[in-house]
């Protein structure tokens, strides 16, 4: 079907309110702001399967290795932390970092399925007590994220896929709380934030609408669109389930405070909230149906999950009533489920309506690259648009509940965008908190360059550039690394000379395919 490789822009990343979003940056050359709280947490993010190498029992190993699958590039070849941890932790804290997300790696950790949950691989225990070890020497606290998208393959084989393979097993919200009761255990002295899962809805629509992702499931499958849509279902609410369940498991296992706030596990879900915009039109009929297309994306990406954790409120049939079989309301189970929320802001997401081939719940058709807009583009094609971080800001305050800014960053190769990028990003981010919003702490995706997924090696998101010619894939600190982020973190404060320095975001001279 040629619809569904336009449907991963949904999920990867995002307008509401687009147009003059309020006045959020126009006053940036007089910043008269508060600074950032003395306690804000200030890091980056990176995944196990992105940058660890040597992860051959993962579902993605297998995927990488399959020829046909988009780019030759092998997560082997990458930035090789599972040996260079202790250069991780040293290039977060050469450019002022007090904390770092990462990841632990479940087929690492338990290669077989026998070995779950009770005879983990003692090496890989051992390993991920050495990074915490490392972080801890160079006064970085971890938030550590269970599920990146990567998955076992005793879980989900690529090779043998069935209908309870993976997350279409209704016993995964049980394997992965037991994994988070483990993890809990095993590291609750020195993790206290816990983040379940990353960006759930981008996962199901890549592993399950687009195939660019494991388990590589498509509209084209047989069964088509109806069953493609039963299983995205079923996918999304065992991951539901398993957050929910993990939360407890977190809550029993990891009663330790390691980070001196008097609490232990403190247990969140990385969320990716684009910007949603409806495309435009002259015909009035036409535009009422590209905004409600837009409204259902809107909802399905920035609201859906985000209720089920915290009003216990399962809309599994994602049609924006709580009216059907599978619904629940109030679910004790869910309710009041997560500590904090994590936000991934990258970019925006237009919607034009899929009219008469509506797909189950899906009645627009989202584009993330390649927009008609006149925002500057990146090397991935993705819209710069600060002012929506606040528009996702703004969403997730009702909640009521801490926010971490999860991932933000952009691909830059030549690191000619990206000080303006970040000029501009944690300027709306400080006049959010001086607006009353509770952000606690901003992980720029990512520390070093990485294995950018089906994109490969081109995208190249790092503060920190690694040449993947170099047999030891040295941390390079690109310029923005030091002059912008780690002069932000040192003034508490997003200074307005960066402005006028950086006044604009030059053309990309790389386009990466993959990036919608
Ligand atoms: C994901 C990362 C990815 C980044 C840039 C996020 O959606 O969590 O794994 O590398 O976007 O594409």
């Known amino acids: ?125 051992k390993h991920y007590h050495d990074v915490f070890a490392s972080l801890k020497k160079r006064g970085l606290q971890p938030m550590v994220t269970l599920y990146h998208w990567a998955l076992p393959i005793w879980l989900q084989d690529l090779t043998k896929l069935t209908e309870t393979s993976g997350w279409l097993d209704d016993g995964m919200p049980n394997k992965f709380a037991l994994f988070a009761a483990w993890a809990g255990k095993e590291y609750g002295g020195e993790v206290d934030l816990w983040c379940t899962l990353n960006e759930p809805v981008v996962n199901l629509a890549a592993g399950y609408f687009n195939g660019v992702h494991p388990p590589r499931r498509s509209f084209g499958d047989p069964g088509g669109v109806d069953m493609a849509v039963q299983r995205a279902m079923n996918a999304a609410r065992n991951m539901v389930l398993a957050h929910g369940k993990s939360y407890e498991a977190l809550h029993s296992s990891d009663t330790v405070d390691s980070d001196g706030d008097g609490q232990g596990a403190e247990v969140g879900i990385a969320f990716n909230m684009p910007s949603f915009q409806a495309y435009k039109s002259d015909d009035p009929a036409l535009q009422k149906q590209h905004d409600d297309a837009t409204r259902r994306l809107r909802y399905i990406s920035n609201q859906a999950f985000q209720d089920a954790v915290t009003k216990g409120n399962l809309d599994y049939d994602l049609d924006e009533k709580l009216d059907g079989p599978k619904d629940k309301i109030g679910d004790p189970s869910l309710k009041d489920h997560i500590d904090w929320m994590g936000l991934n802001y990258y970019s925006i997401v237009q919607v034009a309506t899929l009219g008469k081939s509506s797909v189950g719940p899906i009645t627009g058709l989202p584009r993330t690259g390649h927009l008609d807009t006149d925002h500057p583009k990146t090397e991935y094609s993705w819209d710069v648009y600060p002012e929506g971080l606040r528009e996702s800001l703004d969403a997730l305050r009702p909640y009521g509940k801490p926010i971490y800014i999860t991932e933000n960053g952009l691909a830059d190769s030549t690191d000619a965008q990206r000080p303006r990028y970040l000029a501009d990003h944690l300027y709306v981010l400080q006049k959010a908190i001086a607006d009353g919003i509770d952000v606690r702490g901003y992980y720029y995706w990512s520390l070093i360059d990485n294995f950018e997924w089906q994109a490969g090696y081109c995208p190249r998101f790092g503060l920190f550039a690694i040449d993947y010619q170099d047999p030891k894939r040295t941390r390079i600190a690109r310029p923005s690394a030091k002059s912008v982020y780690q002069k932000i973190i040192a003034e508490k404060g997003v200074d307005p000379s960066l402005f006028k320095q950086f006044p604009s975001y030059p053309e990309p001279t790389l386009n990466c395919p993959g990036g919608g």
Request: hydrophobic share 35%; aromatic share 10%; proline share 8%.
């Open 1 to 125: 079907m040629r619809l569904a490789p336009l449907l991963l822009p949904l999920l990867t990343t995002s307008c509401f309110g687009c147009g003059d979003p309020g006045g959020h940056i126009d006053d940036r050359d007089h910043p008269k702001l508060k600074a950032f709280p003395s306690q804000f947490l200030w890091g980056t993010a990176t995944a196990s399967y992105q940058i660890e190498g040597g992860l051959h029992g993962s579902d993605w190993y297998q995927w990488e290795s399959t020829p046909s699958n988009v780019t030759n590039a092998h997560a082997d070849d990458g930035d090789h932390s599972y040996d260079l941890f202790d250069a991780d932790s040293e290039a977060a804290q050469s450019i002022g970092n007090n904390t770092m997300r990462l990841g632990i790696d479940w087929s690492r950790l338990f290669p077989t399925a026998a070995s779950f949950p009770q005879s983990p691989d003692p090496a890989a225990v």
